[in-house]
């Protein structure tokens, strides 16, 4: 566990080495890049093998910082986080994979998608509030200009709208930490610390300010009514891009959520918690209708993705550790399945058709052109549904459990959000990879690019590998993930906010 922290590290040095690299050739970048990755990865494997669950934060580094306000550089894990650390490792060596071909600026590229990866590890592993809003910033930045200068439909538009999103959001949350901090006289900015400093505030303050930090980083995490930056987002975004705005960075803001929000600011986050269960199964709902009616195979799984981030929501706004357990692991399972349908839609299909226009894909079966990207986007999509055998199941099927503790009528809602991802997930498949659909009145002309497709590399068949092998090994043995996260949510720091229930 203590070699956690090189995580970050690697990563970040990994960054600088991939920009001086680039200078001189185009191919080194990209091959360092993967190095790094996967070195930073095998330090997770060799940590989650090592790895002891327990109901505490374990330390790995913790020294004073900026002594004035207490602020320490203290980085911890427990099985949340490591949950989430892994999801990195995974994500971000796919995303690497599937970004072979990039060049144009390519150490630029792979230097700002290293420096997104550490400061996603450095959210994950951060034990102080300062130091995880750090992190938190340096994550988002890289974004803006992954997305404005490597981007496609409407990318600079996209890009600053996720930049205005993200940073309203950020400023919102640092106004409730600075509160709390100020109004609570807190010696310092670590979890316990604030909590006990919003405990001495009254309950009115409490509320005001789990309303500003909670919805703050919910944000980011895609929460009805502020997720409209997402799927502008996702089609704007390069596929390695896409990959972690839907799979990594939006679980910074739900991880914010369970780590920050809810268990600092237990008497706001318990008068909230019904307000922001409507908000999660509106969105899942509303969501998914609004993908049922898309003619962008982008914009479908950009809206989905918003839509399944809804029953993470859920879940926290449930307040039980069934739902928490099965938010956290929904998380990592959308990660994954989120990941790998980005890298279908945006590499194996928009960059080797150049259209993702349902309509036009009719024309072209495309399970006879790239049967690999079909069987890979089939898989995904089962996943994507919820099907039994692949990791979405148990993590929906938790929340849903849970949440039937706190709302039956949200479970019901919700309920009907499944049953609408199997629709659009259902047409998508049907429509872009077996053929003519309905869709559309239209006579469709075939594809001029039909004939130049090229085979799936090796690279993408690996990086595609790797997702779908994580999705079916936690679908069919989500208990690996499940008995790291259950121990944590045990602490009396997640106790407190659960106790009761609704």
Known sequence: MSLLPWTIYLSFAGALAALLAGARCKCLPRVIALVFALGAFGVTAFAAFNFVPSSSLQTLTDVAWISQLGVRYHLAADGISLTLVVLTGLASVAGILFSWNIGERAGEFFALYLALIGG???????????????FYEIAIVPKYFLIAKWGSTNREYGAMKLVLYSFAGSALVMAGLLWAYGAGHAAGFSFPELARAASALTTHEQVIIFALVFAGFATLAGMFPLHTWAPTGHVAAPTAASMLLAGVVMKLGAYGCLRVAIPCFVTGYQALAPVIGWLAVIGIVYAGLVALVQEDFKFVIGYSSVS??????????????KAFGGAVLQMFSHGII???????VGRMVYERTHTRKLVDLTAMPLHKLMPFAAVVFVLAGLASMGMPGFSGFPAELSILVGAWQASRIWTLVAACGVLIAAAFTLKVVHVSFFGKSNISDAVTAPNPHAHDITPISLPEKIGALILVA?????????DLLMNWITPALESPFFQAAMKGGL
């Open 470 to 478: 994580s999705m079916i090994v936690i679908g069919l043995k989500p």
């Open 308 to 321: 399944h981030m809804g029953f993470v929501l859920l879940g926290l706004a449930a307040g039980n550790m």
């Open 120 to 134: 996603v590890y450095g959210v994950f592993l951060s034990a102080d509030a300062f130091v995880f809003f750090v």
């Open 338 to 344: 989120a990941g790998l349908l980005f890298a279908v």
